[in-house]
């Protein structure tokens, strides 16, 4: 089955930066674009940045943009979402994953609908 592995979660204080990462696990994602999603307790996921299949074209929502850049190296494709100036609202779960419909290169959008291959997510917390 297609999934992602999110890793880099953990505790932060505000203001401070943090950077989690993304594989693919058992399909290549390198030819898909890949959206990252957060989902805070008691709130539906939101969508908050996307990343085309070679890293040309990025997209991010509103409430992150300026402070987050995503990315994406090397061989085994390695997707990272750098967190700067974190705030006690991006804590949540963080989520990745792939464009469900062709073209599956493009960003389609930042909604979790058109996006697929769900992981098990990594837990960021932004607390004093």
């Known amino acids: 089955q297609s999934q992602f592995v999110e890793s880099g979660g953990r505790m932060v204080y505000p203001g401070r930066s943090l950077r989690l990462r993304c594989n693919s696990a058992g399909f290549p994602s390198n030819i898909y674009a890949v959206g990252w999603f957060r989902q805070a307790p008691g709130k539906e996921r939101e969508g908050i940045s996307c990343?085309?299949?070679?890293?040309?074209?990025?997209m991010y929502s509103a409430s992150v943009r300026g402070r987050f850049t995503v990315s994406r190296a090397g061989a085994e494709d390695e997707i990272s979402l750098q967190m700067d100036n974190v705030r006690p609202e991006d804590t949540g779960t963080y989520f990745c994953?792939?464009?469900?419909?062709?073209?599956?290169?493009?960003?389609?959008?930042?909604?979790?609908?058109?996006?697929?291959?769900w992981g098990q997510g990594t837990q960021v917390t932004v607390s004093l």
């Open positions: 994953a792939i464009t469900r419909d062709a073209p599956w290169g493009r960003c389609p959008s930042l909604s979790p609908g058109d996006f697929r291959a």
């Open positions: 990343i085309s299949d070679g890293g040309t074209s990025t």
